[in-house]
């Protein structure tokens, strides 16, 4: 993710193609990484524009059986949920709906306040 800097003002024929794009299916944060906006305001000038905004799904059934299938062979919920730009809890929480049962931590982070 880049920082955050100037506004980046739209001129028609840009919104013109973020509107097209969006409605071709393109989701709203991949449209923010083209024009160089945040997320938010794509979504904002969408709602200007009158268009319909589609509900934010984190992860899709198909993301959700590749994501059991690493869990399965060992990767993170961490290193799931930055391989499809979601956070580990997301990625945890679709896993035990999925009936998986989650390993334990690999590191006891209660144990560190002893050391303090």
Known sequence: ?????????LNAHDLEE???????GTLAS????RFGIHRQTVVAHLKREGVAIRPQVKLTAPVVEQAVELYAEG??????G??????ASTVGDALRRAKVTLRGPVAD??????RL
């Open 18 to 24: 973020l509107v097209d794009c969006y409605r071709r």
């Open 1 to 9: 993710m880049r920082p955050y800097g100037a506004n980046r003002k």
């Open 109 to 114: 982070r209660w144990s560190m306040i002893d």
């Open 82 to 87: 930055k391989k499809y730009g979601v956070d």
């Open 30 to 33: 991949e449209l923010a990484e």
């Open 75 to 80: 990767w993170s919920t961490a290193a799931i």
